[in-house]
């Protein structure tokens, strides 16, 4: 089992940075791909960025490609998600997510542990 736990979110204007972590409780955190996931409301949970355990290989939605950087402590257990140049429309719940998988994945069903979110809301 695995518990994780957001924080980070807040309000933040158009153009502003926030930075996002995750903290997780298991042991071997290092061997568990994870990702970063968003909702909006009256939208469906979209895939943000992912990045794979040992190897630290990263993959993002092209909406946040070159504004948003995930990275990961294994040392800390701790996952981050530093989002720039935010938008209007990144307004949503932020989740982390744990996969067992070795590589990263983009889809929100493979992914087996889920944090509670952390609200991120941009104002133009």
């Known amino acids: 089992q695995v518990q994780l736990v957001e924080s980070g979110g807040g309000l933040v204007q158009a153009g502003g940075s926030l930075r996002l972590s995750c903290a997780a409780s298991?042991?071997?955190?290092?061997?568990?791909?994870m990702g970063w996931f968003r909702q909006a409301p009256g939208k469906e949970r979209e895939f943000v960025a992912a990045i794979s355990g040992s190897f630290a290989r990263t993959t993002y939605a092209d909406s946040v490609k070159g504004r948003f950087t995930i990275s990961r402590d294994n040392a800390k257990n701790t996952l981050y998600l530093q989002m720039n140049s935010l938008k209007p429309e990144d307004t949503a719940v932020y989740y982390c997510?744990?996969?067992?998988?070795?590589?990263?994945?983009?889809?929100?069903?493979?992914?087996?542990?889920w944090g509670q979110g952390t609200q991120v809301t941009v104002s133009s």
């Open positions: 997510a744990a996969d067992r998988a070795l590589i990263a994945r983009t889809a929100w069903s493979e992914y087996d542990y």
């Open positions: 298991a042991r071997t955190f290092s061997v568990y791909s």
